[in-house]
């Protein structure tokens, strides 16, 4: 697989500071990434 796109921030990019990051729940659970994942990922 090498079309894989570039990261879209930094690899020294910290994100572990965001108190709240707002996630549309009903596209997630309908997305292809929700089907093919398992709980113990």
């Known amino acids: 697989?090498?079309?894989i796109?570039?990261?879209l921030?930094?690899?020294d990019c910290d994100?572990?500071?965001f108190?709240?990051?707002p996630v549309?729940?009903?596209k997630l659970f309908g997305s292809g990434?929700?089907?093919s994942?398992?709980?113990s990922e």
Do not use: E, G, N, Y
């Open 1 to 3: 697989m090498t079309d």
């Open 5 to 7: 796109p570039p990261p």
């Open 9 to 11: 921030v930094p690899a």
């Open 15 to 17: 994100l572990r500071d």
């Open 19 to 21: 108190p709240f990051m």
């Open 24 to 26: 549309d729940i009903t």
């Open 33 to 35: 990434f929700h089907a």
């Open 37 to 39: 994942s398992h709980d």
